[in-house]
Nanobody, 122 residues
Framework: QVQLVESGGGLVQAGGSLRLSCAVS????????MGWFRQAPGKERELVAA????????YYADSVKGRFTISRDNAKSTVYLQMNSLKPEDTAVYYC???????????????WGQGTQVTVSS
């Protein structure tokens, strides 16, 4: 099975930054579209950012545009989410996900990580 392991979460003050990493193993990383999702208590899981395979394109939720940047390093089989200017409303469990298809702006991803907690204090 494809394994995704997130890291980099933690506690940060509002206005601070974190970089999340997701290492993919037991699969062909370069063939997957990759996405970052988050889920806050009492809310549905939402797509935060995504990046395609091949000729790269990206998607960002309106709430994070200009603050978050998704990138991938195929040589390291790793996708990153750089989060700047963090706000308390960014507090959530962040999940890395991989998708076999071409589409990225979707919740229908095939493989999921365990999640990493991001807490932003005010």
């Amino acid at each position: 099975q494809v394994q995704l392991v997130e890291s980099g979460g933690g506690l940060v003050q509002a206005g601070g930054s974190l970089r999340l990493s997701c290492a993919v193993s037991r699969g062909t990383f370069s063939s997957y579209a990759m996405g970052w999702f988050r889920q806050a208590p009492g809310k549905e899981r939402e797509l935060v950012a995504a990046i395609s395979r091949g000729i790269l394109s990206t998607y960002y939720a309106d709430s994070v545009k200009g603050r978050f940047t998704i990138s991938r390093d195929n040589a390291k089989s790793t996708v990153y989410l750089q989060m700047n200017s963090l706000k308390p409303e960014d507090t959530a469990v962040y999940y890395c996900a991989a998708r076999i298809g071409l589409a990225i702006e979707t919740i229908n991803y095939n493989y999921w990580g365990q999640g990493t907690q991001v807490t932003v204090s005010s």
